[in-house]
């Protein structure tokens, strides 16, 4: 009698084995592992002053969200810059359909994705931003690498002060009617349109300094939007020493505009450029 009970407690115990291993080979053949390659992260570093050089970005990131529910697959998948494989994602995801979101990025400011159409950086930073998004359907078929190009996702908004930065000065802060820190990821442009607030120290080495460049980076909405920028000289204490509004400023997604002119004088008149290329398209490696 114990026989018989010990064989068929066996018998189910070794079916049950037999199905969680069927569950499993199940699963690994409803998977599939994609390869996707980032193939122009060498980008022109456009937050310095010599546009000239070219950096590899910082960090690379990939979200993977349901297509269906912009629920995220998985966690963001972040990628710095030297690490082994840079530049290369691969991702093993089950037979549906998903919302791929690729973002390359300058700086230290820690990257928050919570959907695919809301994209936002530690401390309201808007750094050099590159996106990319697409769909994808995971099916039985074998996926070929897919190569990913990553474009320009902000626009700027540059001052040029011409005449030397008078003692007292120590932040120049930007403040912007429009824009955002927000980005959407999946198309490319601003997640809304609240605006921005941005500060730069002036170290003591800037003061009786000419042609000092500031520059505010904005995520903007798709096309041309011309929107009031203003511009604040304060003193350690907060207290605003100079202002300057500049109005109906044409931004634009990978364009650099530019105003020059005497900041500090009492008759200030700026001279206005506009650079809708930016730089020559972004250099791709194969």
Same mark, same amino acid.
């Given at each position: 009698m114990k026989r018989k009970v010990w064989f068929h407690v066996a018998v189910v115990f070794c079916l049950g084995l037999l199905a969680c291993q069927s569950d499993d080979e %199940? $699963?690994?053949e409803a998977s599939k592992e994609v390869v996707f390659r980032v193939v122009n992260y060498t980008q022109y570093n456009l937050d310095e002053v010599t546009r000239a050089s070219a950096d590899v970005l910082d960090h690379l990131v990939l979200g993977v969200f349901d297509a269906e529910s912009n629920a995220m697959v998985g966690s963001l998948i972040t990628q710095d810059k030297g690490a082994d494989g840079y530049g290369t994602f691969k991702v093993k995801l089950p037979v549906g359909q998903y919302r791929l979101v690729f973002l390359g990025y300058v700086g230290s400011s820690t990257c928050n994705m919570s959907s695919p159409t809301l994209v936002t950086f530690a401390n309201d930073a808007v750094p050099t931003t590159f996106s990319y998004s697409t769909t994808l359907t995971v099916g039985h078929d074998q996926i070929e690498a897919q190569n990913i190009v990553l %474009?320009?996702?902000f626009g700027a908004f540059r001052v040029t002060l011409t005449d030397v930065i008078p003692s007292g000065v120590a932040t120049m802060r930007f403040r912007s009617v429009g824009g955002s820190t927000k980005l959407n990821g999946q198309t490319g442009y601003a997640a809304d349109n609240s605006g921005r607030t941005f500060s730069v120290s002036i170290p003591t080495s800037y003061i009786g300094k000419e042609d000092v460049k500031l520059t505010l980076n904005l995520f903007l909405p798709e096309g041309e939007t011309k929107m009031s920028i203003a511009l604040d000289a304060l003193d350690s204490?907060?207290?605003v020493l100079r202002t300057r509004t $500049?109005? =109906?400023?044409?931004?634009?997604v990978n364009r650099l505009i530019n105003y020059s002119g005497a $900041? $500090?004088?009492? =008759?200030f008149s700026a001279t206005v450029t506009v650079d809708d290329e930016w730089e020559s398209e972004p250099t791709v490696n194969f």
């Open positions: %199940k $699963f690994e %474009k320009r996702a204490d907060g207290t $500049f109005t =109906d400023v044409p931004m634009m $900041f $500090f004088s009492n =008759d």
